[in-house]
T-cell receptor, first 114, second 109 residues
């Protein structure tokens, strides 16, 4: 079956512009996660959606970052007024949603803010 | 504070030279210890999940083990195609993964 897909693969934007990153989880997976991987850094948790529950936003670095998940499937991560320090790879993962279930990752979106 | 530390940061091996990667963790309420492989420009690829101290899992030349404080990824007789960054992550809270910084492995012919 199809894995997690993300679009775009690469995004170059100018400082101050807004960007939207999309994630399509594996069909049937109720949990969806966003992580960020900066150059030379480990993966950093951003936000977690599980079913119809309120998302866990505890990892979002500032109020310029937001995410939504429509219909329990596709998710969009939005970064407003981008800054150069937002340049990173943004990774999406999904899982069956039970505690301790394996998360499967997409290929990521490489964001460069000039 | 939940913490995951991987060592060494980088490892250079000759083909056939076995070695081990270490992942030490300090978390409250571990919900699985996960190993991933990441190739340049790609997302992490799932390898293993371990849940209980003493548990072991194997896949081809890789074997993962878990204790109450650490996990090890053993690479037996590696080949050049085993070159990658190996990531360790602890399942914490209600679903997020706390990742280590990774070990970059290079296997030369």
């Amino acid at each position: 079956g199809a894995g997690v897909s993300q679009s775009p693969s690469n995004k170059v934007t100018e400082k101050g512009k807004d960007v939207e990153l999309r994630c399509d989880p594996i069909s049937g997976h109720t949990a969806l996660y966003w992580y960020r991987q900066s150059l030379g850094q480990g993966l950093e948790f951003l936000i977690y959606f599980q079913g119809n529950s309120a998302p866990d936003k505890s990892g979002l670095p500032s109020d310029r970052f937001s995410a939504e998940r429509t219909g329990g499937s596709v998710s969009t991560l939005t970064i407003q007024r981008t800054q150069q320090e937002d340049s990173a790879v943004y990774l999406c993962a999904s899982s069956l949603g039970e505690l301790g279930e394996t998360q499967y990752f997409g290929p990521g979106t490489r964001l460069l803010v000039l | 504070e939940d913490q995951v530390t991987q060592s060494p940061e980088a490892l250079r091996l000759q083909e056939g030279e076995s070695s081990s990667l270490n992942c030490s963790y300090t978390v409250s309420g571990l919900r699985g210890l996960f190993w991933y492989r990441q190739d340049p420009g790609k997302g992490p690829e799932f390898l293993f999940t371990l849940y209980s101290a003493g548990e072991e899992k194997e896949k081809e030349r890789l074997k993962a083990t878990l204790t109450k404080k650490e996990s090890f990824l053993h690479i037996t007789a590696p080949k050049p195609e085993d070159s990658a960054t190996y990531l360790c992550a602890a399942g914490v809270g209600w679903g997020k993964l706390q990742f280590g910084a990774g070990t970059q492995v290079v296997v030369t012919p």
